[in-house]
């Protein structure tokens, strides 16, 4: 176990980087990238298991037991709704721990932050383990950390967009102020996005689209569990202090001439 690990709940993790198992070719292609990117927890949505038949093959049969599985709300919309998909994973995958996503539009799928926090309360009453995704906005991240979530999951962009660290300055704030892990969550198109995501201090990173769409999946998996290792070693470090003017890195005492 590493000296510093990722403490989610009760839970820990060597890896930061957390994945998602949709968008990829076939199950070969999911087991081989969710492999290189190593990964020890991956998110599933309840709708790719088959709860009527559980013996199908599917999804769970191909990657195997040796990984922590986040069944996620994908696709709902109202607290209700995601409550319940959250008492039908904890059923069908005997865990509590879930991300919880209550969406407020099609469009962009941003999260509703009224039928997140309602769903959060309920969900930790209840005793479940909750990571929500939320809005890049400090005042929600502080109100679902206060309601017992075990982390708070703000996007870095909107979900499969690819663009990047949009806000920086408002992911200092939430990492500043959270004493909980601060998980980025969506918007990561790149390895380099991911490095600046926890060189500000991120605690973890999830992505999906950014590996499963890459043109290698594989490749971009492998490139992106070395970026997060980079990014949080950077952070740890201490970086130099940004100045106008150069210094030099080599002495000055005793250069001929002087």
């Given at each position: 176990?590493?000296?510093?690990?990722?403490?989610i709940?009760?839970?820990?993790?060597?890896?930061?980087?957390?994945?998602?198992?949709?968008?990829?070719?076939?199950?070969?292609?999911?087991?081989?990238?969710?492999?290189?990117?190593?990964?020890?927890?991956?998110?599933?949505?309840?709708?790719?298991?088959?709860?009527?038949?559980?013996?199908?093959?599917?999804?769970?049969?191909?990657?195997?037991?040796k990984?922590?599985?986040?069944?996620?709300?994908?696709?709902?919309?109202?607290?209700?709704?995601?409550?319940?998909?959250?008492?039908?994973?904890?059923?069908?995958?005997?865990?509590?721990?879930?991300?919880?996503?209550?969406?407020?539009?099609?469009?962009?799928?941003?999260?509703?932050?009224e039928?997140?926090l309602?769903?959060?309360?309920?969900?930790?009453?209840?005793?479940?383990?909750?990571?929500?995704?939320?809005?890049?906005?400090?005042?929600?991240?502080?109100?679902?950390?206060?309601?017992?979530?075990?982390?708070?999951m703000?996007?870095?962009?909107?979900?499969?967009?690819?663009?990047?660290?949009?806000?920086?300055?408002?992911?200092?704030?939430?990492?500043?102020?959270?004493?909980?892990?601060?998980?980025?969550?969506?918007?990561?198109?790149?390895?380099?996005?991911?490095?600046?995501a926890?060189?500000?201090?991120?605690?973890?990173?999830?992505?999906?689209?950014?590996?499963?769409?890459?043109?290698?999946?594989?490749?971009?998996?492998?490139?992106?569990?070395?970026?997060?290792?980079?990014?949080?070693?950077?952070?740890?470090?201490?970086?130099?202090?940004?100045?106008?003017?150069?210094?030099?890195?080599s002495?000055?005492?005793?250069?001929?001439?002087?």
């Amino acid at each position: 176990m590493s000296q510093n690990p990722l403490v989610i709940g009760e839970r820990r993790f060597n890896s930061r980087l957390i994945v998602g198992t949709g968008k990829y070719k076939n199950y070969d292609e999911t087991k081989a990238a969710i492999e290189a990117s190593g990964a020890e927890m991956i998110t599933v949505a309840l709708r790719r298991i088959n709860l009527e038949n559980p013996n199908d093959k599917g999804l769970l049969d191909f990657i195997g037991a040796k990984y922590t599985l986040l069944p996620n709300t994908a696709g709902c919309y109202t607290a209700k709704d995601a409550v319940l998909t959250c008492q039908l994973a904890r059923e069908a995958l005997n865990t509590t721990l879930v991300k919880l996503e209550v969406l407020g539009d099609q469009k962009t799928l941003f999260p509703d932050n009224e039928q997140l926090l309602e769903a959060a309360k309920v969900l930790v009453k209840e005793g479940f383990t909750v990571l929500p995704y939320c809005i890049d906005d400090p005042i929600i991240c502080k109100k679902l950390e206060d309601a017992g979530c075990a982390a708070v999951m703000p996007l870095a962009a909107p979900i499969g967009s690819g663009l990047g660290i949009r806000n920086p300055h408002n992911l200092a704030i939430i990492i500043e102020q959270s004493k909980v892990p601060v998980i980025v969550d969506a918007g990561v198109g790149t390895a380099s996005d991911a490095a600046i995501a926890m060189e500000l201090g991120c605690d973890g990173i999830l992505m999906n689209t950014a590996i499963a769409g890459a043109k290698n999946p594989i490749k971009m998996a492998r490139a992106m569990k070395l970026a997060v290792e980079a990014g949080r070693l950077a952070y740890e470090s201490g970086r130099i202090p940004k100045k106008l003017y150069a210094t030099a890195s080599s002495p000055v005492e005793g250069v001929i001439g002087r």
